[in-house]
């Protein structure tokens, strides 16, 4: 399985940009998905997350700027990113939970994408 994710870049304080994650290889079905970002020397932290039908969270500074969602039968989710600050500034990994067959089992496995840089500058 492998999380591709797309969209990044370098943009102005009060633009926009969307990321996207793609979802492929062998699998049954794909739980929650989420965004998180990490800067250096931070932990990596959450920023959104979709269940499977839909219903999302936001970390707090990103609310009302930031839209998540997914496309379940492409088996993608997006982040739409809006008014974006320069704190906003990290490497962004989407992650999946991942349900695979195993011994007549669905066993679920975290994945994660390679990273996205996003810049804003002021």
């Known amino acids: 399985v492998q999380l591709q994710a797309s969209g990044g870049g370098l943009v102005q304080a009060g633009g926009s940009l969307r990321l996207s994650c793609a979802a492929s290889g062998l699998f049954i079905s794909l739980g929650g998905m989420g965004w998180y970002r990490q800067t250096p020397g931070q932990q990596r932290e959450l920023v959104a997350t979709v269940t499977w039908g839909g219903s999302a969270n936001y970390e707090d500074s990103v609310k009302g700027r930031f839209t998540i969602s997914r496309d379940n039968e492409r088996n993608t989710v997006d982040l739409q990113m809006n008014n974006l600050k320069p704190e906003d500034t990290a490497v962004y990994y989407c992650?999946?939970?991942?349900?695979?067959?195993?011994?007549?089992?669905?066993?679920?496995?975290?994945?994660w994408g390679q990273g996205t840089q996003v810049t804003v500058s002021s």
């Open positions: 992650n999946a939970d991942v349900g695979q067959s195993s011994n007549g089992e669905i066993r679920w496995r975290l994945y």
